[in-house]
């Protein structure tokens, strides 16, 4: 009997994570903004198809044929415009990263440079003098 319920519970259990990660299956596929553009993109090129189909099989009239081909063509274009809409806001959003990566290199090089203590120019190699005002660069050093 024991046994019997320690099944249910584990079974139970693995109902619970399959259903826990179904439904965390769409949220994730939401974070790129482009993933059901390109969906319903598919899903308009998939009933253009069958349109055509059918127009051709002779199921449609000419005219119900062109009015669905328009409609399926506006939004088509309405798809692609979001698409094109949300693709510099990723791109936007991987160039914002690179000079934070960037920025920790002139610290850096900064640190081991020599400066001049009477101008506050400043030199990756130690001078005698300094290169911009000309006084002794290692008097005050
Ligand atoms: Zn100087």
Redesign the pocket.
């Known amino acids: 009997m024991i046994i019997a319920l320690a099944a249910l519970i584990v079974i139970g259990a693995l109902f619970l994570t399959l259903r826990i990660s179904d439904k965390s299956l769409p949220p994730a596929e939401s974070e790129t903004p482009i993933k059901p553009l390109e969906e319903a993109k598919v899903r308009i090129y998939e009933a253009l198809r069958d349109l055509q189909f059918e127009y051709r099989v002779g199921k449609l009239s000419d005219a119900d044929y062109q009015a669905s081909k328009q409609a399926l063509q506006q939004e088509l274009a309405r798809v692609l415009h979001q698409m094109d809409a949300a693709a510099p806001a990723t791109k936007a959003a991987s160039v914002g990263k690179a000079p934070k990566a960037e920025a920790p290199k002139p610290a850096a090089v900064e640190a081991k440079s020599y400066v001049?203590p009477?101008?506050e120019?400043s030199f990756k190699d130690p001078l005698k003098f300094?290169g911009?005002?000309g006084?002794p660069m290692e008097a005050q050093a």
Request: charge should be neutral.
């Open positions: 001049c009477h101008c120019a300094c911009e005002c006084k």
